[in-house]
């Protein structure tokens, strides 16, 4: 495992127990600690133990540099006041906000996201020793991402593939929070913005859609009724007498709701004697 050297810019990974680096000089004040502790006897051991929750971590530099052995807690452990100190990780589950985002989709739609993010500290040390404020980073890291993902997508992979839109994202961050012992947890898009005039749009094309899906159900059904009609007056013609009981019905349903309306059908026939007679 490697640790970080000053000349170069490599991130530090854990503590290497194989060696402090403290040096003679280290262990000399480590020594002499000792001693201070030993000759204040018992008043120095009220600020040699510490305590951390269940739900923290400490991460003890001892001149300096991170103590072999990883973080402490939860619970009671041991510093030497005058060459340790320590730093308190919280180890619990935080969620932030993603302020609304104005992205430029693929297909040229400019919307407003937000969201939000759920992370945990993985691993205290890398917290402490590879970013100075990891909530920060990880805000501005998601802000980033949230923009860079959807700006590849289209107006309706966004609003219709949201979940695999903060699966996405959360792939992407968890890599990129890796070297600084953050683990995330949950990615959710909260809301998609659209601008008034696309709305409109949008809400008139909808309308349209409809309009016109309802015309062809109309015409559809129209085309349905007459073929029952056809095949109706293809019945009624072979058994001439249907007619009759159709025109009794079609009296009594009449008579049933207007009873000063009476409707005597005229057969054609007669009709047409009495255009030939008046011709003549």
């Known amino acids: 495992m490697s640790k970080r050297n000053p000349d170069d810019n490599q991130l530090y990974s854990s503590p290497d127990p194989s060696s402090s680096g403290v040096g003679c000089c280290g262990y000399l004040l480590i020594g002499l600690s000792y001693f201070l502790i030993l000759i204040t006897f018992p008043i120095s051991i009220w600020m040699c133990f510490k305590i951390v929750q269940e739900y923290e971590r400490a991460v003890i530099f001892t001149l300096g540099r ?99 839109i903060a699966h996405t994202m959360q792939l992407t961050l968890d890599e990129a929070t890796d070297n600084w012992g953050i683990k995330l947890e949950r990615v959710d898009i909260k809301d998609v913005k659209l601008p008034q005039q696309l709305q409109r749009a949008m809400a008139a094309e909808a309308e349209a859609t409809r309009e016109a899906r309802a015309k062809v159900i109309s015409a559809e059904g129209e085309m349905n009724a007459s073929r029952a009609l056809k095949e109706a007056a293809q019945v009624m013609g072979e058994a001439p007498a249907a007619m009759q009981l159709r025109y009794l019905q079609t009296l009594n349903t009449i008579a049933a709701e207007r009873n000063s309306t009476i409707i005597f059908p005229l057969p054609m026939d007669l009709l047409q004697g009495m255009g030939a007679s008046w011709k003549k």
């Open 66 to 164: 991170i103590k072999p052995g990883g973080a402490k807690g939860p619970g009671l452990f041991w510093i030497v006041p005058c060459t340790d100190n320590f730093v308190k990780v919280d180890m619990r589950t935080v969620n932030f906000d993603i302020p609304p985002q104005e992205i430029l989709t693929k297909d040229s739609v400019t919307v407003s996201v937000d969201g939000v993010v759920y992370y945990r500290v993985q691993n205290a040390i890398l917290s402490v020793a590879n970013i100075t404020n990891a909530n920060s980073a990880t805000q501005l890291l998601a802000q980033t991402t949230l923009r860079n993902v959807l700006g590849t997508k289209n107006l309706a992979e966004i609003l219709s593939d949201r979940e695999e």
